[in-house]
């Protein structure tokens, strides 16, 4: 019996879409790793980004054609989103990320980069002009806690502070990845948005980096991953397929399946296993003083996300509360069950 069990619980697992979104978040710890053993040897940021988007989009194109079946109105139909999706959530993004990464450590540079839930969290706040509980409040304030121990603003481990405003950029475009690809979009396959995506981002590279605007800085210098010494495309190839073609497909499946707020929240993951994989493949692990930081950031965030989910369930009852009152009889004026009463006149 425990066999089929473990089975059933598995695919129950995958299909709430929680197995997808850690998935998701190991390949894209990996980007950072696989980019800075490139930025190390002569490329520069914006020219990796080019190689990652290219490669990827590339890759994805047939596949995204076939999804299609010749039903091209999708693409005219979401143009906007595609668009938008590749302008900010795909080459934004990605270009201020490996440039923080270019002046910081990875597992610094993705901490600034991940207080991306705790904006979202704040932009809907505005939006919706309701004050936070004092759950959100106190995690909030915990991850900016987190934010000063990660700066590390008095020790002795120097942040640069270019770096900083990078990584903070990069959260950003992060909050409008996050709202972009949780929209319910049936018209729209996440195959074909992640291809599209893909596709515009590397179209906007190549275009800033022509017009002279973006440094494009290629080398063909062997790379390091860990103990061992690879050719560079080893790292292109590892940042093409891993870090972005199975990383973009499997987070918009996630982030569909459960939602803006709690993939964001979910994705946080990431952080674990970027840092993980920089140990691994660079030899290299933020300060004692930043990974405090890095933990008071994630404890906030992980509050805030408490409190998010006990007002839904609050929600949810009164909601309910509010159908059973309306399906109960009327206690007042109990509705007759004989006869149709005659009124008078009639």
């Known amino acids: ?20 979104a850690l998935f998701s978040s190991a390949v894209f710890g ?14 520069s940021p914006g020219a990796a980004v080019a190689v990652r988007l290219t490669g990827a989009a590339l890759i994805l194109v047939i596949p995204a054609v076939v999804v299609l079946r010749g039903r091209w109105h999708q693409l005219k139909d979401n143009w906007l989103t595609i668009l938008l ?41 505005i939006a919706s002009r309701r004050r936070p509980r004092a759950l959100t409040a106190a995690g909030a304030l915990l991850s900016l806690g987190g934010l000063v121990l990660v700066l590390d603003l008095t020790g002795a481990v120097k942040v640069d502070f270019v770096g900083v405003l990078w990584g903070m950029a990069a959260a950003v475009c992060l909050v409008i990845y996050f ?37 494009m800085t290629f080398s063909t210098a062997d790379t390091t991953l860990g103990p061992w010494t690879t050719p560079w495309w080893v790292s292109a190839v590892g940042l093409i397929i891993l870090a972005t073609v199975l990383a973009y497909v499997t987070g918009i499946m996630a982030a569909r399946s ?14 674990l296993f970027a840092v993980i994989w920089a140990w691994l493949l660079l030899g290299e ?45 009327n206690d007042v004026e109990p509705v007759p069950s004989g006869p149709a009463t005659k009124l008078p006149g009639n």
């Open 1 to 20: 019996m425990s066999a089929p069990t473990t089975k059933a619980d598995a695919k129950s697992f995958l299909a709430s879409g929680l197995g997808i």
């Open 30 to 43: 990996t980007s950072g790793s696989f980019a800075k053993s490139m930025l190390e040897t002569g490329w």
């Open 85 to 125: 999706f590749g302008l900010i959530g795909v080459a934004g993004c990605q270009l201020f990320y490996f440039n923080a990464v270019a002046r910081l450590s990875v597992g610094v540079a993705l901490l600034l980069e991940y207080l991306a839930p705790v904006m979202i969290v704040l932009w809907l706040w």
């Open 179 to 215: 709202f972009i690809t949780a929209k319910e979009n049936d018209t729209l396959p996440p195959l074909v948005l992640a291809s599209g995506g893909l596709l515009v981002g590397a179209l906007v590279i190549w275009l800033v980096g022509l017009l002279g605007l973006l440094p």
């Open 258 to 271: 459960l939602g803006s707020k709690v993939a964001s929240f979910v994705s946080l993951t990431e952080v």
């Open 285 to 329: 692990l933020p300060g004692p003083i930043q990974l405090l930081g890095g933990l008071l950031i994630v404890g906030g965030v992980v509050l805030v996300r408490v409190d998010e989910l006990r007002g839904d369930r609050r929600a949810a009852r009164a909601t309910q509360e509010a159908a059973r009152a309306l399906d109960h009889p």
